[in-house]
Structures are given as C-alpha cells and as structure tokens.
C-alpha cells in the first residue's frame, strides 16, 4: 500500500515533465497531417462505395415513400386539368402534318407548380402513350422536329408518334446560367439553373429531381385525363433519363421505361453535377434498388457518347460558385457491373433467368468514339422505339418516319423557350423561398412535446431528438474499428506549458489529429478542465495554440487558455484544403453520410483518449470554436453530450436563411461553399434547434458587429430563441448567454473566458 502512494504522484506528473506523453507512443510521421487526413477520409468513402455497390444484389431495399423522401417529394400530384396555350397569337397546333400535331400545353402539379411541355398526338387512333423527357440541355421543340438542335434520327418524340404513339414532353430545368442571379442581393453567379435551384431545395428537403418527377407524373395524369386504357412507357435522354427512371421506380402505371445516357444513381455520382446529388441513394438503392422498385416493368439502357457536360473541375478556382462536375460519355463497359447487379436482382424477383427479357442494353450511337458509322445512332434509337412498343404490347414493327418538313423559326422558337424556362425556374424557386420563410413551425413540431418539467425529464425527452439529427441529418458512421494507438512527439515548450501533437486511430486511413497544451504548474494528484479550441476554413491547430504570436483572427485563444492554467487540446477538423474536402462532401451524401459524420467521430474518440491522461479531469470538458469551428459547436456538442459547454464564435446564425436566401448578399446561394448543403436541414434543425439539443448544458454565442458571417438581426434573432428556450422552457437563463462586441471575424476571449470560468468552476471563486 505505502509503495503504491508513492508512485501515484510521480504517473500524474508525468505528461508535465516528460518528453514523451504519458500513455502514447512516439509518433514519427512526416508530411501534412491535416492533407493525410482528408485523403484518408477519401479513401474510406471510395471504399464504402464500392462496398455499398457490391451489397446491392442481395441486400433488402427500402420502399417507394422511402425514395419519395429523399427526392423531396412531399405530395402527389393530384386534380390535374391540362390547358392549351396559344403562344404569341399563333393557332394552337405548333405544327402539324399529315400524320399527327404538335400542341403546346401546360398542366398543373402541386400549388404553385406548373408542368409545361408538347402534346404530340397521332391523328390515327393512339396504339400507346409516353411521356418523353428530353435531356436538359433540349428543349421540348428539339426532339420534336420543330428545331434543327438534334439530328432527325435522335428526335425521338417524333419517332414515337409516327408510330401511332400520343406522346407528352416536359420541359426540364435548363443547364444556362442567366436565371441564376438575384436582382435583390445584387449577386450574379454562373451557377446552371439546375445547380442554383437544388443548392436551396436540397436544403429544405426538397430536390430538383423531385420537382421534375412531379411534373413528369401529372404529365401522365394529363395523358390519362382522356380517360385511356392504353399502355404507357416513359423514355428519357441524358437528365431526361435520369427523371424517367426515378419515374418509372414511383409510378405503376408504366409497363416499360428507357433511359439513354443514364445508368442510374451509381458509386461514381460525386464526379457528375451536383443537382444528381441524392442523399443516401446509393447505399439504400443505386441501380438495383432503383430495379427492384421498377419491377416488373422493363428496362432499357441506351449508353452513347452524345452527352458531354464539362463543368467546373477541382481546384480549378473559377466559376462563381459553381460546383466541379462532369458529364462524361458512358460506354458499355462502364455499365457492365452495374448492369450485373441489376441482371442478378431481376433474377431474383423473376425466379427465372430473364437476361434479354425484360432488360435491354442498346448502343445508341457513337459507343466507339472511333467508329465512323453513321448509322449506329440511327440503329440504336430504333433498336429503344422498338423495346419499348414491343414491352407495351404493340405488334406493329417500327415505321421508317419522313423527315420532319415544320417551318424553323430559329428566333421564335428560342424565345418561346426562353419565357417557358423563366417560368418553370421561378415556380421552384418561389415554392422554395416560401416553405424557408413558413419553416420555423415545422422544425418546432420535434420539439413541442418534450418533458420541459424538470431537467431530467428534458434530457430523457430529446435524446430520441438526438439520435435522429445524429442518424438522419448528420449521418451516423459505424464505431471505429481501429484502437486509439495513440502517438505523440513534442512541438512546443513555453514558460507556462508543453504542447504535443497527438494522433488517434479511427478506421484504416482515418485518424483525429491535434496539439494538447498542458500547463506545468499542475500539481500531483490535481485534475483541471479542459477546453477544445476549434479552428475554422482551412485553419490549422497551430492558428489556435501558436505561443509566439496572436494569430489572425483566433489570436491564439488557446495558448492564452493554456497561459491561464487550462488544458487545451485543438483538434485538426477536415475542412481544409479547398476542392479536395468539398469533394468529401459529394462521396458522403450518397452513402447517407456527411463530412460532420467524421468530424463527430473524431471528437468522439478525443473525448474518449482526453481522461486517460493523469490531471484531466473527464467530467469537465468544453467546447470553444471559431467560423467553421463555431460549426462544428453547434453540431457536435449536440451529439455528445460529454461535452460540459459549448461556445460558437463567428457561425451563430439563421443558418436555414443563411444558405437559401436570395435576399441576403452573403449567403451561400452566391459561394463556392457548395458542401454546406445538409439535406433536409431546413426542416428539422436551425441553430436554435441544435442549441435545444445541447441543453441543459451551458452554451454561448460570441458576435462581432463587423462580422460578415450573417447580420447581427440575424444572429439576434435565432439566439432570440435560444435564450427563450432556456429562460422560460427550461428556467436556466443563467446558463446561456451572447456577447457582442465592436470588431469582426475573429475570437476575443473576454465575456467567453468568463463563462468558461463560470461553467468549468476553475480557478474556484474564493
């Protein structure tokens, strides 16, 4: 007993005065830990990808609602009337011929959203009828022989009528830029109409794809307002194909669907436009729970090399705020494992080998980039006409049509096109601004029923709260696989205090990093709070614990912290090296994850390693960040509860208005910032709802009057809520507080250091 005493103090004074941290291993790795960190983050996901991929064929899928969810699409189209337009004084029929006309239309979709399109109808009795999504960069007139902008041989809604097809067209959201502006903030972008308008959807649980798809499905209510019992195929080119297969996955009332240029939602989305972005789609679908949902219909993949998109790539540093993404040519090959799967889950369902039954893989044209046969497109499309009228149960064979013979009146055309698009681009605009503005009560509803009695029936209360903005918002990783191994080595010694930077294992490849500060005048037996200093964009936890200076904006908050006897640990988070953690975002999503799912995973693991180091004391351990640190204190903290306070400096915002706004000059509508987009987010957690989830625990706002981050009306009134909150909900006013101060972006550590003397109890008040 007496031996042992004896050596208690000598392991606790250990980490002060050792060279090597007590309890770690020397940790002897070169290079850029904060870069290593974000590529090992990559390579987890690029992993999990394919993993998710090669699951597909045997796992269960989720159902129909479950795809309406993450598509947006939160009613049905339902009471559709079709309205004939006459555009600019002229009849009604936009062309016509000996054969059939063409008719523009307009329909309704949900309040406040239109469908606008062509009606092509056979002026023979109609064998069949499909709805003919062309890609986003065509219009209706294109693939209608009414434009010379694509080839007679790939206007397939022309095709289809001249087989006695009736046919309806909707128009999509264009790929221009001109609409991608606001007059109101003065912000111009070169944003693609499809991007601008999924950054605020996406945001509001709404998505581009689910407006379209709407759209698409009272396209066939129109179709079936005639009252007919005719079969019904959709087919889709490019983004056409895209809406038509989620179209198909939705709506039973196809027999067949055909997608040219589109193999559905696979692990390599990251790298097409960001409007494709699904949350958690390929790990709860991809192609083969997309199939599965579209059985029994048929399939048919055209692939082609005529699609090219080339957006903006990584690093490339232009755009105004325009996502990296490509559209690249898709060959047979590159639709080969996924075509496997969905081949294997068909099988399954059907109980019988169906290869060549109901799925179809057809060369549309120019597979070979080298081939010089012109007539591969020709071929390919009459090879998907003809699947299709044969899946619907049409015997006639395909009819060679004429060549389209319509007056071209280039102008015209174009600015009938021009006026339709402003339309359908400022529906969804508008429906989404609308439900931002109406989305306070909704948020609200998760919260009205809560036990705000007594603190412990509050914090029994919210924790299912918590667990679904940890499992559905934020998107939950599953518990590291890798022990800690912590490594350690020396990087400063001061007057005051030794820091080390610490590495800790999480996964393969992925691991938290940082520099713990420990005060030397620490005595035997003593244990002291502790205080994680977040840095924010592309900081590093050198700007945080630099001793030889005051740092721009964090003037070195937690060497000050660490000069006044605290212990500091400040973890690198992986928002750091431009395009190359954005991109992280982008492989996240599909797999139902984001870039928080790591970040509370790493401080999940700090919070474990911290109290096996003699002097912390494990009970009383605060959070303090800055920017996107003041990010990571509201969501994090929110999580784990072992965090005592949390602090937002320089973040604290309306943070739903912040990214949707078309009113506000700085938000994120007009940025580069594009991986801020959390789905849904707008209708389940503002920063006021993430303050809900760290009550009762202390939490304060630090604002800066200059600070260019939000409007100090803006802060004011979410923080407004707050403080209601714990004032009159909870009666524990005294434990949330905000201070404002003359200056800007930037950490002052005054009013802070007083809350957290305040809350962490040390120095004692004598």
């Not at 390579?43 to 899928?61: C, D, G, H, I, V």
């Not at 005639?226 to 195929?233: A, F, I, M, T, V």
């Not at 667990?467 to 990783?477: N, S």
């Amino acid at each position: 007993m007496f031996r042992a005493a004896l050596l208690i103090p000598v392991l606790c004074a250990a980490p002060v005065f050792a060279d090597q941290l007590f309890g770690t291993e020397p940790l002897t790795e070169k290079g850029d830990l904060a870069a290593k960190m974000v590529a090992g983050i990559d390579k987890y996901l690029m992993r999990e990808l394919e993993k998710a991929q090669a699951e597909q064929a045997s796992k269960p899928f989720p159902k129909e609602t479950r795809l309406r969810e993450i598509l947006g699409i939160k009613e049905w189209p339902s009471d559709i009337h079709g309205e004939v337009i006459v555009p600019l004084g002229k009849p009604a029929a936009l062309g016509e011929t000996d054969k059939y006309t063409i008719t523009a239309v307009r329909w309704r979709v949900i309040h406040g959203i239109t469908g606008e399109g062509l009606w092509l109808e056979p002026k023979k009795e109609a064998v069949a009828q499909v709805v003919a999504i062309p890609d986003a960069g065509q219009t209706p007139e294109d693939i209608c022989g009414l434009t010379d902008a694509v080839s007679p041989e790939k206007q397939f809604a022309r095709l289809l009528v001249e087989q006695n097809i009736r046919v309806i067209v909707p128009t999509l959201i264009s790929r221009e830029t001109t609409l991608s502006n606001s007059d109101a903030a003065k912000r111009v972008t070169t944003q693609p109409h499809r991007e601008f308008l999924y950054r605020m959807g996406y945001e509001m649980g709404r998505h581009l794809i689910g407006y379209e798809v709407q759209r698409a499905i009272a396209a066939v209510d129109l179709l079936y307002s005639k009252k007919s019992d005719l079969p019904c195929g959709v087919i889709g080119n490019g983004e056409g194909g895209v809406i038509a297969l989620y179209l198909a996955a939705l709506d039973s009332r196809f027999q067949t669907v055909a997608s040219i240029g589109y193999a559905g939602p696979l692990p390599s989305m990251w790298q097409e436009p960001i409007d494709r972005n699904v949350w958690a789609v390929v790990k709860e679908f991809g192609l083969a729970g997309l199939g599965e949902l579209i059985y029994p219909k048929s399939i048919c993949i055209g692939y082609n090399n005529d699609l090219i998109i080339k957006g903006r790539v990584p690093n490339s540093g232009t755009g105004l705020g325009t996502t990296p993404g490509n559209i690249v040519p898709l060959s047979k090959d590159h639709f080969a494992n996924e075509w496997k799967e969905l081949e294997s889950r068909y099988n399954r369902l059907e109980g019988k080998i169906i290869k060549g039954a109901k799925l179809s893989l057809v060369d549309c044209g120019m597979a070979d980039p080298k081939s010089t046969d012109p007539k591969i497109a020709e071929k390919g499309m009459q090879s998907v006409i003809e699947n299709l009228m044969q899946r619907m149960g049409i015997a006639q064979t395909f009819v060679a049509p004429g060549k389209p013979n319509f007056p071209k009146n280039a102008a015209l055309r174009h600015m009938e096109a021009e006026d339709r698009q402003k339309r359908l681009f400022t529906q969804i605009r508008d429906h989404v601004q609308a439900e931002w503005r109406a989305s306070e009560p909704t948020r609200w509803e998760r919260f009205a029923n809560l036990d705000y009695k007594s603190r412990n029936g509050y914090v029994a209360s919210i924790e299912p709260v918590r667990k679904y903005f940890d499992e559905e918002v934020i998107g939950k990783l599953p518990a590291p696989t890798e022990k800690p191994n912590p490594k350690a080595r020396e990087i400063y010694d001061t007057p005051k205090w030794k820091g080390y930077e610490v590495k800790l294992d999480l996964y393969s490849d992925v691991f938290a990093y940082g520099i713990l500060l420990l005060p030397k005048d620490m005595k035997p037996l003593e244990k002291r709070p502790v205080v994680v200093c977040q840095h924010g964009l592309e900081g590093r936890p050198t700007d945080v614990c630099d001793p030889t200076k005051k740092t721009p904006y964090y003037n070195s908050f937690g060497a000050q912290l660490a000069d006044l006897g605290y212990i500091v640990f400040a973890p690198q988070n992986p928002y750091i090296g431009r395009d190359d953690f954005r991109v992280l975002q982008r492989k996240a999503n599909p797999l139902k994850l984001s870039l928080f799912s790591f970040i509370v995973r790493q401080h999940e693991r700090i919070l474990d390693w911290l109290p096996t180091i003699p002097h912390v004391d494990g009970n009383n351990i605060g959070f303090y960040g800055l920017s996107y640190g003041g990010k990571t204190a509201v969501r994090v903290p929110a999580i784990l509860t072992k965090y005592k306070y949390s602090i937002c400096s320089g973040d604290f915002n309306e943070w739903i208005g912040k990214n949707v706004s078309m009113l506000y000059p700085n938000s994120y509508m007009f940025t580069g910032e594009y991986e801020m987009y959390e789905f849904n987010l707008g209708k389940t957690f503002n920063y006021a709802e993430m303050a809900y989830l760290i009550a009762p625990r202390p939490f304060m706002v630090e604002r800066g009057h200059d600070d260019g981050v939000g409007s100090d009306e803006m802060v004011s009134y979410e923080y407004a809520k707050v403080r209601y909150h714990y004032a009159k909900r909870l009666g524990i006013g005294d434990r949330t507080e905000i201070e404002y101060f003359v200056g800007g972006h930037e950490i002052r550590g005054i009013g802070t250091f007083e809350f957290i003397k305040k809350h962490s109890g040390w120095p004692a008040t004598k």
